[in-house]
């Protein structure tokens, strides 16, 4: 692409003719994610300077993310939805090459995943690519209002059966029944358990939490908290899983006795062979994305959770005494509220302004500059303004665009 002079302060998505937006909403990948760190950037177009061994740098990852969640070994991958793909196809295929092979097409093998009904989402989509069946227990009583209960253990009991390759198991505050019952009846039944814990960051003791409880599997996001590149993620566990799910990921264009392994990842010796290009091949992970999401998580752990906590607040600070005051919303600095952070929640009355906190939402992100609030409480007509991914300077845009909507009622 020609970069005229007259340009040269433009950034590289002016330059292709687009807006930038403030995101102060979250990571969420449709707003592409949060910001990076300038060192995770820089070791990104570092690592883009050399070719390495592929497998040989996840042999490396596998060492820094077992070290960093306690697991026995760990894979970096494209995400945590493809994490959550390559541990299904892990628990399908196991180590068997022609199983590896056959992948999403599971018959004859085990191919059922068992799960509460209340933690199906969005993302579990991922673990049906793989080939898995999803089999859902439980009524969840408890969200829609008519009673107490969700699903129970017994409820899982009995829907493990021979055709069992996993039970998933989504990690949330609120998410029933705990892990360690999960683990244990899982366990008893011989059936591995793989949480889905991508969002579950911070607190950093996180990384280790659900391996310390029993998990064969895990699941996170790169692109969330950890400050990773936006498509990477983490998928740590059981080293015969981790191995399998790196089977079925890496490129194998070559023959196995030329085949060199890192043994930090690999026990060669067990293997009769490799797949071809293993259902892994279209959730690929670059090694700029391997090296990012390690630099990282690097600086993830590093960062004491009062220093960022400290961080986020100074910036909701900022927007909470901008707001303070205006007519038709009230605005409160909120701290914990939201996964252990601080944020800014904006009560609309819509009586006064004629329109509400989902309108507001949208006004904002339509206006100029663009600002993305976050929606998740809109029925309960709050605008929330989350700090994770704002920059410096982004609380005054904020502030003017928000206080420009409220006159315009
Ligand atoms: C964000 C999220 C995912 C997907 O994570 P990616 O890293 O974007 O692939 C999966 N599950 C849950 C619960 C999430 O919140």
């Not at 829609?144 to 055709?163: C, F, L, M, N, P």
């Not at 360690?180 to 280790?208: S, Y």
């Not at 630099?295 to 590093?302: G, H, I, N, P, Q």
């Not at 004629?354 to 609030?373: C, E, I, M, T």
Request: hydrophobic share 40%; proline share 5%.
């Amino acid at each position: 692409m020609k970069k005229s002079p007259s340009r040269s302060n433009e950034n590289v998505y002016q330059r292709l003719g687009l807006r930038t937006i403030v995101n102060a909403s979250g990571p969420s990948t449709r707003l592409t994610g949060g910001i990076m760190r300038p060192e995770v950037a820089e070791a990104m177009a570092e690592a883009s300077q050399w070719c390495v061994d592929l497998a040989e740098l996840q042999g490396r990852a596998s060492e820094v993310i077992a070290e960093a969640t306690g697991a026995e070994a760990g894979y970096v991958t494209a995400g945590a939805s493809a994490a959550l793909m390559l541990g299904s196809a892990a628990c399908l295929a196991g180590l068997d090459p022609a199983k590896m092979n056959r992948l999403p097409d599971t018959t004859g093998m085990p191919n059922e995943v068992v799960m509460a009904r209340s933690h199906r989402n969005m993302y579990d989509h991922a673990v049906a690519q793989a080939g898995a069946k999803l089999i859902e227990v439980g009524i969840p009583d408890r969200f829609s209002g008519a009673g107490v209960r969700d699903a129970q253990v017994w409820e899982y009991d009995a829907a493990i059966t021979d055709k069992t390759a996993a039970v998933l198991w989504v990690a949330q505050a609120h998410s029933e029944p705990t892990l360690k019952e999960i683990v244990a009846l899982a366990h008893r039944r011989g059936v591995p358990v793989i949480v889905d814990a991508a969002g579950q960051l911070p607190p950093a003791e996180n990384l280790k939490k659900f391996i310390a409880e029993g998990a064969d599997l895990v699941a996170f996001s790169g692109g969330k908290a950890i400050g990773g590149p936006q498509a990477s993620g983490i998928l740590c566990g059981r080293r015969d899983l981790i191995q399998s799910a790196a089977l079925q990921q890496l490129d194998h264009d070559t023959y196995f006795e030329q085949w060199t392994p890192p043994a930090s990842l690999f026990d060669k010796h067990k293997l009769i062979g490799f797949p071809a290009s293993g259902i892994g091949r279209a959730s690929k992970c670059g090694k700029e994305e391997i090296v990012g999401l390690l630099t990282a998580l690097r600086y993830f752990l590093d960062e004491n959770s009062d220093e960022r906590h400290a961080r986020y607040l100074k910036l909701c600070q900022e927007v909470a005494n901008g707001l303070k005051g205006v007519k038709g919303a009230t605005v409160t600095l909120v701290d914990k509220r939201y996964k252990g952070a601080p944020a800014v929640e904006l009560a609309v009355d819509e009586d006064v302004l004629g329109f509400s906190a989902r309108d507001l939402v949208k006004r904002l992100q339509d206006g100029n500059p663009s600002v993305h609030a976050n929606h998740a409480r809109v029925r309960d007509g709050l605008v929330v303004f989350g700090p994770s991914c704002m920059k410096p300077g982004d609380p005054a845009i904020v502030i003017e665009r928000v206080k420009a909507e409220l006159r315009a009622k």
